[in-house]
């Protein structure tokens, strides 16, 4: 996977086509050169993936009557470069898989800066009581595991029983981030001589026989 800040540099270079005039769609290499083998030496490449391009359209006859075999050729560019070439490929799906997405990645860079946003926040949340980036962190099922296990801690630290519900009503994809945050719902109950009422989840005293909420006996 190409980082967020590699990517939309990558989206924001254009390229054009000299042979169709078409926007050149930005792809991920593949891990080998089909030709000699060797890499890339680049992780995305630009591609014209045109069907229409004359070059795609005319190099099927040409490849057959050289090669022997079923193939084209389309119209290639590596990033930063001013000069591309043409490059065999078996089949017009070739590359179409591995296209980068512009939106995609400008959503996804806007996601990896509220995590940034949230991480630089943690700290100073601690003073503030705040718990919205911890919050946020732990919820962000992407976000990097690190900043979600300090984000556990800190919302220890804050001991705000306001936390709760936003862990119990998230569906975690992580286990390991489910049972810390889990445990720190726990641990923060504990230190605000709290439970959950087991028929209704309320939050009730440690102490209590019947629920306050549901009525249940306990
Ligand atoms: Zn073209
Ligand atoms: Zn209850």
């Known amino acids: ?24 769609s930005c792809c991920e290499s593949p891990p080998m050169h089909v030709g000699d083998g060797l890499g890339w030496g680049s992780e995305v490449i ?14 099927w006859e040409y ?15 590596l990033p930063g470069q001013k000069k591309g070439e043409v490059m065999m490929v078996g089949s017009s799906q070739a590359f179409t ?3 980068v997405d512009p939106e995609a990645l400008m959503e ?25 980036p911890a ?12 900043g979600r296990e ?9 001991n705000d029983l306001a936390c709760i519900d936003h862990i119990r009503n998230h569906t975690f994809k992580n286990i390991d981030i489910e049972q810390k945050a889990n445990m720190t719902v726990n641990e923060i109950l504990k230190a605000n001589f709290k439970k959950e009422c087991p ?20």
């Open 1 to 24: 996977m190409l980082s967020c800040e590699r990517c939309l540099k990558y989206a924001e270079e254009k390229h054009y086509c000299p042979n169709c005039k078409g926007r050149l």
């Open 46 to 59: 630009f591609i014209c993936l045109n069907d229409e391009c004359p070059t795609f359209v005319n190099g």
């Open 63 to 77: 490849i057959e009557a050289q090669y022997g075999h079923p193939g084209s050729y389309r119209y290639m560019i």
């Open 199 to 218: 028929y209704c989840t309320e939050i009730i005293k440690t102490q209590a026989k019947v629920c306050m909420h549901c009525g249940k006996d306990l």
């Open 108 to 132: 996804q860079n806007k996601r990896y800066q509220d995590e940034k946003k949230a991480l630089e926040q943690l700290d100073d949340s601690i003073k503030e009581k705040n718990i919205q």
């Open 150 to 158: 300090k984000a556990c801690d800190v919302l220890f630290e804050i």
């Open 135 to 146: 919050i946020y962190l732990i919820c962000d099922e992407i976000a990097a595991l690190q």
């Open 97 to 99: 898989g591995c296209i």
